[in-house]
């Protein structure tokens, strides 16, 4: 393991360049950290690969980029949710919930999400080898099971070869990862409650193979929009269907936000 140090002898990592490509470097997160703070994100990469970090910080930038206003999600490792949960002021890691404040809909989220279903559900997608990461949606926090944030470069062959197989539409971790954050967009700007997209979508399923998107797509209409919006974003030629439903997203993001 590598440690970079000053004449001081401490890491310069710390606040490093975002382009830090040193993998060793157990503070690699913590610079890229900083990085994902100034495009808004509540971020915990410490125990990210700092490749991984990296992958998320150049998604963040080029979403904003695109859509300037659109609120980016947060992203953390799956054990470690509850912090940026906490950091979101959606989780208070030293009491427990005070109902009293709490309106009905978010004690609802809480005893139904968080205490009981969300820990389980992150829990066991961490467990099962087919979750790269998730996006939590009502939470909005992206979130990464311990295999992944670990060996980078073993996500980045298995998206690869899963979209090989036509599973997946993108091919690669950058993919991965603008797929979560078009669940965020979704939620956002409501793509999926446009009837057109739901047309489409309904002969995708109906009528369509599979590989005129992935298989994922056809599992419901929020998969359908993030493999879309994820090919449009990562992949050098999207295919007609993800071409369509990134302008799609684009052309509602400046109906809700005529002014840019
Ligand atoms: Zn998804």
Same mark, same amino acid.
Not at 106 to 133: G, Q, V
Not at 145 to 160: F, G
């Given at each position: /393991?590598?440690?970079k140090?000053?004449?001081?002898?401490?890491?310069?990592?710390?606040?490093?360049?975002a382009?830090?490509?040193?993998?060793?470097c157990?503070?690699?997160?913590?610079?890229k950290?900083e990085?994902?703070?100034?495009l808004?994100?509540?971020a915990? $990469?410490?125990k990210f690969?700092?490749?991984?970090?990296?992958?998320? #910080?150049?998604?963040?930038? %080029?979403?904003?980029? /695109?859509?300037? *206003?659109i609120?980016?999600?947060?992203?953390?490792?799956?054990?470690?949710?509850?912090?940026?949960?906490?950091?979101?002021?959606l989780?208070?890691? #030293?009491?427990d919930?005070? $109902?009293?404040v709490?309106?009905p809909?978010?004690k609802?989220?809480?005893?139904?999400?968080?205490a009981?279903?969300?820990? @389980?559900?992150?829990?066991k997608?961490?467990?099962?080898?087919?979750f790269?990461? !998730?996006?939590?949606?009502?939470?909005?926090?992206?979130?990464v099971?311990k295999? %992944?944030?670990? *060996?980078?470069?073993k996500?980045?062959?298995?998206?690869?070869?899963?979209r090989?197989?036509?599973?997946?539409?993108?091919?690669?971790?950058?993919?991965?990862?603008n797929? @979560?954050?078009?669940?965020g967009?979704n939620n956002q700007?409501?793509?999926s409650n446009?009837?057109e997209?739901?047309?489409?979508?309904k002969?995708?399923?109906?009528y369509?193979?599979?590989?005129h998107?992935? /298989?994922?797509a056809?599992?419901d209409? *929020?998969?359908?929009i993030? !493999?879309?919006?994820g @090919?449009?974003?990562s !992949?050098?030629?999207?295919?007609?269907?993800?071409q369509?439903?990134g302008?799609?997203?684009?052309?509602?993001? #400046?109906? /809700? $936000?005529?002014?840019?």
């Amino acid at each position: /393991m590598i440690i970079k140090t000053d004449s001081e002898g401490k890491c310069q990592a710390q606040g490093g360049p975002a382009t830090c490509e040193d993998t060793d470097c157990p503070e690699g997160g913590a610079a890229k950290q900083e990085v994902a703070a100034k495009l808004g994100v509540i971020a915990d $990469y410490s125990k990210f690969h700092p490749k991984l970090a990296i992958a998320f #910080n150049d998604a963040f930038a %080029n979403t904003k980029q /695109m859509l300037p *206003d659109i609120k980016l999600p947060g992203v953390t490792s799956a054990d470690d949710a509850y912090s940026v949960l906490a950091q979101k002021g959606l989780y208070d890691l #030293n009491q427990d919930p005070d $109902y009293d404040v709490m309106s009905p809909e978010t004690k609802k989220e809480l005893a139904y999400r968080l205490a009981e279903h969300a820990a @389980e559900k992150i829990k066991k997608a961490a467990e099962s080898s087919n979750f790269e990461m !998730e996006h939590i949606g009502s939470y909005d926090v992206i979130c990464v099971p311990k295999q %992944n944030t670990d *060996d980078y470069q073993k996500l980045e062959e298995r998206t690869a070869q899963a979209r090989k197989e036509g599973k997946v539409s993108v091919g690669s971790v950058q993919g991965l990862i603008n797929h @979560e954050i078009a669940h965020g967009i979704n939620n956002q700007l409501g793509i999926s409650n446009i009837p057109e997209v739901r047309t489409l979508y309904k002969a995708f399923v109906a009528y369509s193979n599979p590989s005129h998107l992935s /298989m994922r797509a056809m599992s419901d209409i *929020d998969e359908f929009i993030s !493999e879309g919006w994820g @090919e449009y974003m990562s !992949e050098a030629t999207p295919r007609p269907i993800a071409q369509y439903l990134g302008k799609t997203i684009i052309d509602k993001y #400046n109906e /809700m $936000y005529p002014e840019r």
